[in-house]
């Protein structure tokens, strides 16, 4: 077995976890290959095509790649992307409200729905940015939004509600101090963030994140189209910014503190699962990337 047939069945084992079939196109961009190897689109497609060992191991239907014996996955992406399509148009109604929040610098989906692998059951997940140090009154507002509208999560009721999970300030757009030994999930997360409002910083978010090109060196940055994002309010935002910059970012913070679940703050700033920092707040103390890693370590192991 050669380097790039060990490749491409690391990539598609991968995304075998999420139920996740992959083209031509995706599978080359996904590629895990080290910085310094050149493979193109053309090197990718003769290996699915001439090489014995991956006709053996691997199938092909409607132009979707996976691992033989899975081809149920092919049908299944498809039903999750009319279901991301759904979704999408729901998540941008409401960003279109929360792109008016002082302060915010983008909002972006991340997650299942950034690849347009949506349950029927699934929350949206979001990815917001900031102005510099202003993380804690964003996310006063925003979360208090969603609240009075009973958009955000909770037991009973996930379908369809936004979850802004993850906040970061415009000077701390790099992630890389956020992984874990060997962390594949964050490589794909970072890869597939959706700016659906982005205040010219999209840009920055993903020369900030250039540490991906060490493992995934033909990734292409997401191009949104229209119909997927909303406006910017250049002119309209800062005006009404400027009256928002008299309240000081500790008042946010106090009251935000003060309501904070015990297990939360118990977990703060122990390692890269919940974060909570003048510049960035991030709150997933269900984190499941060790999980997906054994996961993915074991599908290799089974396939390779």
């Given at each position: ?68 014996g ?13 279901i ?18 002082p302060?915010?610098?983008?909002v972006?989906?991340?997650n ?14 979001l ?10 009154q ?5 979360t ?88 910017q ?37 122990q ?23 054994k ?10």
């Amino acid at each position: 077995m050669n380097n790039l047939e060990k490749s491409i069945l690391a990539t598609i084992s991968y995304f075998d976890i999420f139920d996740y079939p992959l083209t031509l196109m995706e599978i080359w961009k996904w590629l895990m290959v080290e910085q310094d190897e050149k493979v193109n689109i053309s090197q990718v497609q003769t290996a699915l095509d001439d090489s014995e060992l991956l006709k053996n191991k691997l199938a092909v239907k409607n132009g979707f790649y996976f691992i033989k014996g899975r081809q149920e996955i092919v049908k299944m992406r498809m039903d999750r992307y009319r279901i991301a399509e759904q979704k999408f148009v729901k998540a941008k109604r409401i960003i279109k409200i929360l792109r008016l929040v002082p302060f915010v610098k983008m909002v972006a989906v991340c997650n299942t729905l950034a690849f347009n692998n949506s349950r029927p059951e699934a929350d949206i997940d979001l990815f917001i940015i900031t102005s510099r140090r202003r993380v804690w009154q964003v996310r006063w507002w925003v979360t208090g939004f969603l609240k009075i509208f009973d958009l955000r999560p909770r037991l009973g009721k996930t379908r369809d509600t936004l979850c802004p999970s993850f906040f970061t300030d415009e000077d701390n757009l790099d992630l890389q101090k956020l992984r874990i030994d060997n962390d594949i999930y964050l490589l794909y997360w970072v890869s597939q963030v959706f700016p659906v409002y982005d205040d010219g910083v999209y840009e920055e978010f993903i020369q900030a994140n250039s540490w991906l090109k060490e493992k995934i060196p033909n990734w292409l940055c997401v191009k949104p189209t229209a119909r997927r994002q909303v406006k910017q309010l250049d002119w309209l935002k800062k005006l009404y910014s400027v009256f928002f910059m008299l309240f000081p970012e500790r008042i946010f913070k106090k009251q935000q503190m003060r309501i904070m679940p015990a297990n939360l703050k118990k977990m703060a700033n122990q390692d890269s699962r919940v974060i909570i920092q003048d510049y960035m707040l991030k709150f997933h103390d269900n984190d499941r990337r060790e999980f997906f890693l054994k996961r993915w370590e074991q599908r290799k192991t089974e396939i390779i």
